[in-house]
């Protein structure tokens, strides 16, 4: 699609899906630099899973803040964040869209590589930089994009859901990670949720999902969540962590490697241990049970082959169980636009990404869960990088720009020179930061396997596939009946994951029990989903959507 | 009895296997893919005599409709998900309706059973329908299958038969004997080049049956045509029949490369409902193109005014294998004796592979054709390129 100069007018620099803490570091770092940002994010808030809060009120936000701010982490880093957004907004260089819901995204050839509104012609100083400086790898640093993209956007906040668009010429994707969901017999109990969701409520409204709640699955999150319960006042019978935590002896030079996060999960071993929370370790959950609602859950430890031993189980009571076993990065937009992934620590696929955050598509770059599960701290440093890197590729001139114009203006070369070596020095911290923070997520990942457990403990009657009520006898059943040579196949017949989740609770786990029955691997292979929110054919019908333009009318609702 | 290498286990190779093997021919099954992997599991599975006008693929397809009975009686209606259904083709406008009345007459001279429906007798066939149409035609015969559950039915009664289905096999090539006879067929086989013995090969690689006849040098122009299909959210019994707009007729028999769109809505088993047919020569992009996906969108709820607040689930793509002269190549290949083609059968390969398979299994043990066979024959391009 070629632009004509009045549709330029329509074009962003940067679009930032996501408003977690990739997205949101993104976006301030791309709109310090003087580009037009548009974040794009399905939340009335910022934050995202992580610093999930609340929709803002009209009321100071602070007494709000305070609430909830005990269950949160690095408070301070978002607060700054957000504030710096706000200002953004106020100034006229970003727009949070708030409580949009992307639905697609499509690139769209331009006629030329012609600059942005609002993004001056770049500097050749500017541009002598970017190619000049650490970790661009010579790629698109000084390359400008040619390509423009449509993001396809739902406006939830309005009764009719009105679809809008938004162009720009990078894309930073941040969209993030799900619940990784492992069925059991009773997981369909009302009562029974992700360790994510009963940490959302906690986080965003302060609300607890039960009074008496066990914890289990695999991975420190599940300490967190039970800290976070029990702070806020529920009964933690037991935290249930399939993984044997002393296997981090095996691994302690990467120990020493993130001692930030190592700290915070001191603090909630300490809270748990204050409030007499016992953690069983390679133990596991057998079966949830309940009339109607969840009243029990048993437990199980793993023995020495790796199955769960039902002569130990234990029967715990329970009005909530919160079951967490890592995180699914969800890969529907950089799937949309073609971009290559790879096999990840947890073996679910990952997308690709160069020292920039850049895709293997020009244009689009990617920060957060989506490069490799690896937390919040992560997150912040792959989406400042991906920011900036953005802010490269469409040439925009920046502070340093604009702090040349007040403190030099007689001498520009020395200003960009001192810019250019203070960004440098920037980029080489953020590099060295994503380094450690990523040995330490690879090393959590290789400690904190799904163990293979709960296939022996999946009886044949469980749902797997919960919209479409397969069962695990079904998809066992058409492996066995060799009319089927692969998962594949065995998934195409017994049909889990056709319904509304679109396999994104099932998906794991229908390849699991198919490949485990045909004896083959399971092969994790990303599933490309075009439609990556729901939106009605009336609204498609309508016809092509108006572009939300960078004068920043749409504000937040902030 | 025949050694036979059927290339391609989609529901054309499936439905060829199954004819053979009950012959009684020695019969392999090679694809380099999982069952149905290609087009086979990107369509609705539809069986229809209704869009096809009076010739040489309404014949085939009328025999097809018979098999397809015939082997849900076999195999069971659920294993393959088979349901008689009929088509309901309504128009949109008067001039379409006048168009698809005259159709439908010399369809009908044809064989092929069908019933003009009044604009007021519509909602009795489908009680969703938008109230403004001026009519339609409804066609009994016109069916649905479960494309991957069929074609692994079809696979699943040819391996009682004797049949051998591998998979992760890649063909080369073809060696034939001084006579030029086919004497194997050359694989790939997890990196190494293996030989399968075979008297006879047919090249049931859909799509890519260009490809692959080129690479056992009896080259067939099969190209890509592609298509989009739109699930819904699942929802109660809301489209009864398979429903469609008349210009999907006129689209079918085009030669234009660019998008053309004609709506066809279908419920399945599941309670989603398919929106298809669109139709565009893009090489394999898959990018999906949502401007064609609005049109669709468009077109739906032209008919069915309730599908403006049904969710739009999901969209996937297929390509259609399409002949420049819009029949399937089925038949031997006189380059080459052995080589046998059931190819190029557009968006038609479900509705018409049990009549291919027919005809195959007949030509394979010398007998005649149900159907005269001389139409599909692939001499049709060897001639016209000599």
């Given at each position: 699609?070629?632009?004509?100069?009045?549709?330029?007018?329509?074009?962003?620099?940067?679009?930032?899906?996501?408003?977690?803490?990739?997205?949101?570091?993104?976006?301030?770092?791309?709109?310090?630099?003087?580009?037009?940002?548009?974040?794009?994010?399905?939340?009335?808030?910022?934050?995202?899973?992580?610093?999930?809060?609340?929709?803002?009120?009209?009321?100071?936000?602070?007494?709000?803040?305070?609430?909830?701010?005990?269950?949160?982490?690095?408070?301070?880093?978002?607060w700054r964040l957000r504030d710096r957004l706000a200002q953004h907004v106020a100034a006229g260089r970003a727009a949070h869209l708030s409580r949009y819901e992307v639905w697609a995204v499509q690139p769209a050839e331009a006629g030329a590589a012609e600059p942005a509104p609002g993004a001056a012609e770049p500097a050749p100083g500017a541009a002598g930089s970017a190619r000049g400086s650490a970790g661009s790898e010579g790629g698109a640093a000084g390359t400008t994009s040619s390509t423009f993209f449509d993001v396809l956007a739902i406006d939830a906040a309005t009764p009719q859901r009105h679809e809008s668009m938004v162009r720009a010429r990078t894309l930073v994707l941040a969209p993030g990670a799900f619940d990784l969901q492992i069925p059991f017999?009773?997981?369909?109990?009302?009562?029974?949720?992700?360790?994510?969701?009963?940490?959302?409520?906690?986080k965003g409204h302060g609300v607890l999902a039960g009074k008496r709640v066990v914890v289990a699955g695999t991975g420190p999150f599940l300490l967190s969540v039970g800290a976070g319960l029990v702070r806020r006042g529920a009964t933690v019978p037991a935290i249930v962590e399939a993984a044997s935590p002393a296997s981090w002896l095996r691994h302690p030079g990467r120990l020493f490697s993130a001692t930030s996060k190592l700290a915070e999960g001191a603090a909630y071993a300490n809270t748990l241990t204050r409030h007499g929370v016992s953690i069983l370790t390679k133990w596991s959950v057998l079966r949830a049970d309940g009339r109607g609602r969840v009243e029990s859950v048993t437990v199980a430890p793993i023995d020495g082959t790796g199955e769960l031993?039902?002569?130990?189980?234990?029967?715990?009571?329970?009005?909530?169980?919160?079951?967490?076993?890592?995180?699914?990065?969800?890969?529907?937009?950089?799937?949309?636009?073609?971009?290559?992934?790879?096999?990840?620590?947890?073996?679910?696929?990952?997308?690709?990404?160069?020292?920039?955050?850049?895709?293997?598509?020009?244009?689009?770059?990617?920060?957060?869960?989506?490069?490799?599960?690896?937390?919040?701290?992560?997150?912040?440093?792959?989406?400042?990088?991906?920011?900036?890197?953005?802010?490269?590729?469409?040439?925009?001139?920046?502070?340093?720009?604009?702090?040349?114009?007040?403190?030099?203006?007689?001498?520009?070369?020395?200003?960009?020179?001192?810019?250019?070596?203070?960004?440098?020095?920037?980029?080489?911290?953020?590099?060295?930061?994503?380094?450690?923070?990523?040995?330490?997520?690879?090393?959590?990942?290789?400690?904190?396997?799904?163990?293979?457990?709960?296939?022996?403990?999946?009886?044949?009657?469980?749902?797997?596939?919960?919209?479409?009520?397969?069962?695990?006898?079904?998809?066992?059943?058409?492996?066995?009946?060799?009319?089927?040579?692969?998962?594949?196949?065995?998934?195409?017949?017994?049909?889990?994951?056709?319904?509304?989740?679109?396999?994104?609770?099932?998906?794991?786990?229908?390849?699991?029990?198919?490949?485990?029955?045909?004896?083959?691997?399971?092969?994790?292979?990303?599933?490309?989903?075009?439609?990556?929110?729901?939106?009605?054919?009336?609204?498609?019908?309508?016809?092509?959507?108006?572009?939300?333009?960078?004068?920043?009318?749409?504000?937040?609702?902030? | 009895?025949?050694?036979?290498?059927?290339?391609?286990?989609?529901?054309?190779?499936?439905?060829?296997?199954?004819?053979?093997?009950?012959?009684?021919?020695?019969?392999?099954?090679?694809?380099?893919?999982?069952?149905?992997?290609?087009?086979?599991?990107?369509?609705?599975?539809?069986?229809?005599?209704?869009?096809?006008?009076?010739?040489?693929?309404?014949?085939?397809?009328?025999?097809?409709?018979?098999?397809?009975?015939?082997?849900?009686?076999?195999?069971?209606?659920?294993?393959?998900?088979?349901?008689?259904?009929?088509?309901?083709?309504?128009?949109?406008?008067?001039?379409?309706?006048?168009?698809?009345?005259?159709?439908?007459?010399?369809?009908?001279?044809?064989?092929?059973?069908?019933?003009?429906?009044?604009?007021?007798?519509?909602?009795?066939?489908?009680?969703?329908?938008?109230?403004?149409?001026?009519?339609?035609?409804?066609?009994?015969?016109?069916?649905?299958?479960?494309?991957?559950?069929?074609?692994?039915?079809?696979?699943?009664?040819?391996?009682?038969?004797?049949?051998?289905?591998?998979?992760?096999?890649?063909?080369?090539?073809?060696?034939?004997?001084?006579?030029?006879?086919?004497?194997?067929?050359?694989?790939?086989?997890?990196?190494?080049?293996?030989?399968?013995?075979?008297?006879?090969?047919?090249?049931?690689?859909?799509?890519?049956?260009?490809?692959?006849?080129?690479?056992?040098?009896?080259?067939?122009?099969?190209?890509?045509?592609?298509?989009?299909?739109?699930?819904?959210?699942?929802?109660?019994?809301?489209?009864?029949?398979?429903?469609?707009?008349?210009?999907?007729?006129?689209?079918?028999?085009?030669?234009?490369?660019?998008?053309?769109?004609?709506?066809?809505?279908?419920?399945?088993?599941?309670?989603?409902?398919?929106?298809?047919?669109?139709?565009?020569?893009?090489?394999?992009?898959?990018?999906?193109?949502?401007?064609?996906?609005?049109?669709?969108?468009?077109?739906?709820?032209?008919?069915?005014?309730?599908?403006?607040?049904?969710?739009?689930?999901?969209?996937?793509?297929?390509?259609?294998?399409?002949?420049?002269?819009?029949?399937?190549?089925?038949?031997?290949?006189?380059?080459?004796?052995?080589?046998?083609?059931?190819?190029?059968?557009?968006?038609?390969?479900?509705?018409?592979?049990?009549?291919?398979?027919?005809?195959?299994?007949?030509?394979?043990?010398?007998?005649?054709?149900?159907?005269?066979?001389?139409?599909?024959?692939?001499?049709?391009?060897?001639?016209?390129?000599?």
């Amino acid at each position: 699609m070629t632009i004509s100069p009045s549709e330029r007018d329509q074009v962003w620099d940067v679009a930032v899906i996501g408003a977690g803490p990739a997205g949101l570091a993104a976006t301030v770092a791309a709109a310090d630099r003087g580009a037009r940002v548009a974040v794009i994010d399905a939340e009335p808030a910022v934050g995202g899973q992580f610093w999930r809060h609340p929709a803002p009120r009209h009321e100071p936000n602070r007494v709000r803040d305070a609430e909830i701010a005990p269950y949160h982490h690095s408070l301070a880093r978002y607060w700054r964040l957000r504030d710096r957004l706000a200002q953004h907004v106020a100034a006229g260089r970003a727009a949070h869209l708030s409580r949009y819901e992307v639905w697609a995204v499509q690139p769209a050839e331009a006629g030329a590589a012609e600059p942005a509104p609002g993004a001056a012609e770049p500097a050749p100083g500017a541009a002598g930089s970017a190619r000049g400086s650490a970790g661009s790898e010579g790629g698109a640093a000084g390359t400008t994009s040619s390509t423009f993209f449509d993001v396809l956007a739902i406006d939830a906040a309005t009764p009719q859901r009105h679809e809008s668009m938004v162009r720009a010429r990078t894309l930073v994707l941040a969209p993030g990670a799900f619940d990784l969901q492992i069925p059991f017999p009773g997981w369909d109990l009302p009562g029974v949720l992700t360790a994510g969701g009963v940490q959302s409520l906690i986080k965003g409204h302060g609300v607890l999902a039960g009074k008496r709640v066990v914890v289990a699955g695999t991975g420190p999150f599940l300490l967190s969540v039970g800290a976070g319960l029990v702070r806020r006042g529920a009964t933690v019978p037991a935290i249930v962590e399939a993984a044997s935590p002393a296997s981090w002896l095996r691994h302690p030079g990467r120990l020493f490697s993130a001692t930030s996060k190592l700290a915070e999960g001191a603090a909630y071993a300490n809270t748990l241990t204050r409030h007499g929370v016992s953690i069983l370790t390679k133990w596991s959950v057998l079966r949830a049970d309940g009339r109607g609602r969840v009243e029990s859950v048993t437990v199980a430890p793993i023995d020495g082959t790796g199955e769960l031993d039902p002569d130990r189980a234990r029967r715990i009571p329970v009005d909530v169980l919160a079951v967490g076993w890592g995180f699914v990065p969800q890969l529907e937009l950089p799937l949309a636009l073609g971009c290559a992934t790879r096999a990840g620590a947890s073996g679910l696929p990952v997308t690709v990404v160069d020292a920039d955050q850049r895709s293997t598509v020009p244009g689009v770059y990617l920060a957060g869960e989506v490069c490799g599960v690896g937390g919040a701290a992560l997150a912040l440093v792959e989406g400042e990088i991906a920011g900036l890197a953005a802010v490269r590729a469409v040439g925009a001139t920046g502070p340093a720009g604009a702090a040349r114009a007040v403190s030099r203006p007689d001498e520009p070369e020395i200003a960009d020179m001192q810019g250019d070596l203070a960004m440098r020095r920037r980029r080489i911290r953020l590099a060295r930061r994503r380094e450690r923070l990523r040995t330490f997520a690879d090393a959590l990942a290789a400690v904190y396997q799904i163990p293979g457990s709960w296939l022996g403990a999946l009886t044949d009657d469980t749902v797997v596939c919960r919209c479409e009520e397969v069962t695990a006898g079904a998809i066992r059943e058409i492996a066995r009946d060799h009319r089927a040579a692969d998962a594949r196949t065995v998934k195409l017949l017994a049909r889990p994951g056709m319904g509304h989740c679109q396999g994104r609770i099932c998906g794991y786990a229908a390849e699991c029990v198919a490949a485990h029955e045909l004896g083959t691997p399971a092969a994790h292979r990303p599933v490309t989903r075009p439609v990556a929110a729901p939106l009605s054919l009336g609204t498609l019908a309508a016809g092509w959507p108006a572009a939300i333009a960078p004068v920043c009318r749409h504000q937040s609702n902030v | 009895m025949a050694r036979v290498v059927v290339v391609g286990a989609g529901m054309v190779g499936a439905a060829c296997a199954y004819s053979l093997a009950r012959d009684g021919h020695e019969v392999t099954v090679v694809d380099r893919g999982p069952v149905g992997g290609g087009t086979t599991s990107r369509g609705e599975g539809n069986i229809l005599v209704s869009d096809k006008s009076a010739g040489p693929e309404l014949a085939l397809a009328l025999r097809s409709v018979e098999l397809w009975r015939r082997i849900a009686e076999r195999l069971g209606a659920d294993t393959l998900e088979w349901e008689p259904k009929g088509g309901l083709v309504v128009a949109t406008t008067d001039e379409t309706l006048g168009a698809l009345r005259e159709f439908a007459t010399q369809q009908a001279a044809a064989g092929v059973s069908c019933e003009p429906v009044e604009p007021g007798d519509l909602s009795g066939y489908e009680p969703n329908l938008a109230p403004d149409l001026p009519g339609g035609v409804f066609y009994p015969g016109d069916q649905q299958v479960q494309p991957v559950r069929a074609t692994a039915a079809l696979l699943y009664a040819a391996r009682i038969d004797g049949a051998t289905v591998r998979h992760g096999v890649e063909v080369l090539g073809v060696r034939t004997r001084s006579d030029g006879q086919v004497w194997s067929v050359e694989c790939r086989v997890d990196g190494a080049v293996v030989e399968i013995d075979a008297d006879a090969v047919v090249n049931a690689t859909g799509t890519w049956a260009g490809d692959v006849s080129a690479r056992i040098g009896a080259p067939v122009p099969v190209l890509p045509r592609r298509g989009f299909i739109l699930v819904t959210e699942p929802l109660p019994r809301v489209v009864r029949h398979k429903v469609y707009t008349a210009d999907y007729v006129s689209n079918v028999a085009s030669g234009a490369a660019g998008l053309e769109t004609s709506v066809v809505v279908e419920g399945t088993r599941g309670g989603t409902v398919l929106i298809g047919a669109s139709r565009e020569r893009v090489g394999f992009d898959t990018t999906i193109s949502y401007a064609v996906v609005r049109t669709m969108a468009a077109q739906a709820v032209r008919i069915f005014p309730f599908l403006d607040r049904v969710s739009l689930l999901r969209v996937y793509t297929g390509f259609r294998p399409y002949c420049p002269d819009h029949l399937p190549v089925i038949g031997a290949d006189s380059r080459i004796g052995g080589v046998y083609h059931a190819c190029g059968h557009e968006g038609a390969g479900i509705g018409l592979a049990p009549a291919t398979g027919e005809m195959i299994a007949d030509l394979v043990s010398g007998r005649s054709t149900f159907v005269p066979a001389e139409p599909f024959s692939p001499d049709r391009f060897v001639f016209e390129a000599a």
